[in-house]
């Protein structure tokens, strides 16, 4: 994952400054969801894992796929990246583009983990801090994982704060030389 993340920057940061200076955020947003859903499909991927499909094909059914709710710009952005055999990379383009999204306006979106149901005191001290960090405003969302076995796990963006015992314990084995 943290490859595919890499991959997508560039992309991202392109789409994103472009979007940024036309002062379409909003609209490269809805269309870069639109294609990332497209390319999830699995008749899609199927497709766009064709070794007898060119880049050209890829590209042409994944834009015919995207009909009228993508514009000319997002099309051409779609074709830059079939021709560098990326378009599999839509999905971390999209999300990264959603991050700088947020940054922009301040306002990060923050996945928590926990091994156990989180109360709303807890969360709210967490929100609170994580505001302060981040200089932003912020919302939660929150899931369980049992096997974090305790602890959190904090995604914002591409950063990550493992707090749980299986990361700790994961970290020990690699300092003892058991990995």
Same mark, same amino acid.
């Given at each position: 994952m943290a490859e595919l993340i890499t991959l997508a920057r560039p992309y991202a940061k392109a789409a994103f400054e472009y979007a940024r200076t036309g002062k379409s955020l909003d609209a490269w947003s809805s269309s870069l969801a639109v294609v990332a859903g497209v390319i999830q499909q699995p008749v899609?991927?199927?497709?766009? &894992?064709?070794?007898? %499909?060119?880049?050209?094909?890829?590209? #042409? !059914?994944?834009i015919e796929l995207c009909g009228e709710e993508i514009d000319a710009k997002v099309k051409n952005f779609v074709a830059v990246m079939a021709d560098n055999k990326?378009?599999?990379?839509?999905?971390?383009v999209q999300q990264l583009f959603e991050d700088f999204k947020s940054q922009q306006e301040k306002f990060s979106d923050i996945k928590v983990s926990?091994?156990?149901?989180?109360?709303?005191?807890?969360?709210?001290?967490?929100? &609170?801090?994580?505001? %302060?960090?981040?200089?932003?405003?912020? #919302? !939660?969302?929150?899931?369980?994982?049992?096997?974090?076995?305790?602890?959190?796990?904090?995604?914002?963006?591409?950063m990550v704060i493992d707090g749980s015992v299986r990361g700790r314990l994961a970290k020990l084995s690699e300092t003892i030389g058991l990995n």
């Open positions: 899609v991927e199927e497709n766009l &894992d064709s070794p007898t %499909k060119t880049s050209e094909q890829k590209a #042409a !059914l994944v990326r378009l599999g990379l839509l999905v971390e926990s091994a156990f149901k989180l109360d709303s005191a807890v969360e709210k001290t967490l929100a &609170d801090k994580l505001r %302060k960090a981040l200089d932003s405003e912020v #919302a !939660l969302s929150t899931s369980i994982d049992r096997s974090l076995i305790g602890g959190v796990v904090i995604r914002a963006g591409d």
